[in-house]
């Protein structure tokens, strides 16, 4: 997938943008507040309707206007696609693929990956920030998992509040366990499937672009599991088995304390977990080399790349670090896009450059 024009109106300081970017390393260069986020997010938001910024459409508009418009032009399996996205106050958003519309939930929709600083709790922050992590990636690869997750969303919400009304031993609870254990095995069966393809891909990008320690990925699941080898049956058996074992301390704490909900990803630098053990930079690296996974095992997946947008990861990261990731990113086959605020001390080969100042390209 390569993206070879995007076009914004009144997308925040985005008055009037005609971009096209090269088909490798595209780089966004320019001082702060003049607008390189402002193009990646365009992107972003033309691949999954919503921005990593705010959560409120409205706040995407141009100063003192009352709408944007959003269109990009892309080749995918040999085919050209045009994605248009317009939002205004009054009438709401608007989503079309080759002048039809259609949902974001589309297959031929544009695909990205996105890395920015606040990936780097990836390794340091919360358990729910690693699960969105891998729930981000299989809702983009599989259709059916997006749908199994809400699903299990929704039957934990009712299980939990029969639990807090002291309904646990009621008909409709034993109906509604049923069907936690079915939709809690299949989402984690596939965040397990997905961890053993990212744990192969991260290992040896971490060495690519560090040329250190030994990164290692599991998946940690809330319950123990007596088998050498894990299916759907076999996590549901363990699963039914754990829940009858805290049987007594949910009832107690009116609250669901097995499932996916709970789950973590464990990551190990030299057989120590990096949360604890690895330096900031160490941490860094890692962070990226999860990122670049997520691409490739896309890739395995589907067949092809989606696009890697990285927002100030240069400033991350030490002198050979960045060298090294740019390096890797000039020599990979998808096209990436990454801002910078300088790029002194760095050999930046093919890459396609664009000035970026009050909104436009220079």
Known sequence: ?????????????LARLDYQPGP????LLGDNAQGKTNILESIYVLSTGSSFRTGQDKNMVAYEKEAFILRG?????????????????????????????????????????????????????SPGKRRQFLDFIL????????????????????????????????????????????????VILARINLINI???????????????????????????????????????????????????????????????HLDDIHIYQDGKMARYFASQGQQRNIAVALKLAELYTFRKISGYYPIFLLDEVLSELDAQKRQLLLDHLQEAE???FLTSVNLSDIEYGQAAISIVEKGSLQ
């Not at 997938?1 to 109106?9: D, G, H, T, Y």
């Not at 490798?24 to 780089?27: D, R, S």
């Not at 949902?103 to 780097?120: A, C, E, H, I, K």
């Not at 997750?149 to 109906?175: C, D, G, H, M, P």
């Open 1 to 13: 997938m390569k993206l070879r024009q995007v076009e914004a109106r009144d997308f925040r300081n």
């Open 24 to 27: 490798g390393l595209n780089i």
């Open 73 to 125: 032009r892309y080749d995918y399996n040999d085919r050209d696609f045009e994605t248009v996205l317009s939002y205004n106050l009054k009438e709401g958003k608007n989503f079309t693929l080759n002048s039809k519309k259609t949902s974001f939930n589309n297959s031929d929709r544009l695909r990205v990956v996105l890395f920015t600083p606040d990936d780097l709790y990836l390794i340091k922050g």
């Open 139 to 186: 809702g983009q690869i599989r259709s059916e998992y997006g749908y199994n997750l809400a699903n299990y969303v929704k039957i934990l919400k009712k299980r939990n509040l029969l639990l807090k009304r002291e309904q646990s031993s009621t008909r409709s609870f034993k109906i509604i366990e049923d069907i936690f254990i079915e939709n809690a095995a299949r």
């Open 198 to 260: 990212l744990d192969e891909s991260s290992s040896s990008i971490y060495r690519q672009i560090s040329r250190e320690g030994q990164l290692k990925t599991r998946y940690a699941i809330t319950f123990p599991i007596d088998s050498g080898k894990i299916n759907l049956d076999i996590l549901k058996t363990a699963l039914k088995k754990q829940i009858q074992e805290k049987a007594e301390e949910e009832i107690r704490r009116k609250s669901s304390l097995v499932g996916p």
């Open 334 to 336: 998808f096209q990436s």
